[in-house]
């Protein structure tokens, strides 16, 4: 159904549906400049588009899950943004329900849909709308420190899981050099910027930057570390990809880094003791980069 309403019998609500797509919530919210992101840039970190299997690698390092054991199972995919995990997942043969908040579900709908076992929803981590119990894996990279309540929105993950059901998490580091990082207190006015406007900023700001980025980061040993001085981002040896791809991711994560309303990493400790609350077991956290949490129901 490309137009339409669901009407939930339970309350008499009705939820339109927009270009194939159920809507939860309303059209403007905080995750505002995540959607006008995606749009902007809805294919830049598909593997299919960038030609190498970033996404790929990341998701099954990440989840610790194998390929063969997502197929025919059901899968959210939460905070789906352009859908460069979703792609995974159906790749595998999962099928598979990709929720965002913001208008990025328009650009995976656009990247990924009409697919078989594909279904896209606007709608709220806080209060997501489904059944409880009803999938075998559940996945958030690239999320929860976006959220106004990080603990809130990760509790809101286990209960979506069967029993014996996967859960794998990702989130920004707490750590005391962060206070170092130009991003941390240029956020406080990007932040209030409308995007449009801050879009067309970082266009020129990494115009300047991302060449004495990519001449710091070759210094030996310490280059890696000292790019971070500058707020651009920067994956000039980490990631396979062009010139051209280069520069284009920098301006996508450094508009990222720079726009969402809420940024708020947490320690290993700290989610470690979130995945203990919720009861799950077969725990897993640590640091590799980001904070990985893993664990079953």
């Known amino acids: 159904m490309e137009r339409g309403d669901l009407e939930c ?17 309303p059209a403007q919210n905080y995750a505002e400049s995540f959607g006008w992101q995606w749009n902007r840039f809805r294919q830049t970190q598909l593997d299919s588009y960038s030609g190498h299997p970033i996404s790929r690698e990341r998701f099954f390092r990440q989840s610790g899950w194998r390929p063969a054991e997502l ?17 995974v997942a159906l790749a595998c043969g999962a099928e ?4 965002d908040y913001s208008s990025a579900v328009d650009a995976c709908w656009r990247n990924l849909g009409p697919h078989a076992n594909l279904s896209v929803v606007q709608a709220d981590i806080y209060r997501l709308p489904f059944a409880l119990n009803q999938f075998d894996y559940v996945y958030c990279f690239g999320v929860l420190q976006h959220t106004p ?14 029993e014996g059901g996967r859960l794998a998490v990702d989130i920004y580091p707490r750590q005391a050099r962060n206070i170092l990082w130009p991003k941390y207190w ?24 991302w060449p004495m980025s990519l001449a710091v ?22 990631y396979p990809l062009s010139p051209a791809q280069l520069r284009e991711w920098a301006i996508l994560d450094t508009f990222d880094m720079l726009a969402p309303a809420h940024d ?21 956290v640590f640091r590799a980069g980001l904070v990985i949490g893993c664990g079953t129901r």
């Open 186 to 209: 240029l956020r406080h006015i990007t932040k209030r910027v409308p995007a449009p406007q801050l879009f067309a900023l970082v266009q020129r700001g990494v115009q300047i930057l």
């Open 264 to 284: 708020s990493p947490q320690s290993v400790a700290t989610l470690r003791a979130w995945f203990t609350l919720a009861g799950l077991r077969d725990i897993k």
């Open 96 to 99: 598979v329900v990709a929720v």
């Open 71 to 87: 197929v025919g199972r059901r899968v959210l995919d939460v905070g789906c943004g352009a859908g460069r995990f979703a792609e």
């Open 149 to 162: 309540d990080v603990k809130g929105a990760f509790l809101a993950l286990p209960a979506q899981l069967r």
């Open 9 to 25: 019998r339970g309350c008499d609500r009705r939820y339109p549906v927009i270009d194939s797509v159920p809507r939860f919530v």
């Open 217 to 238: 980061g070759r210094f030996p040993v310490v280059g890696r570390k000292l790019r971070y001085a500058l707020p651009v981002m920067n994956y000039e040896g980490l």
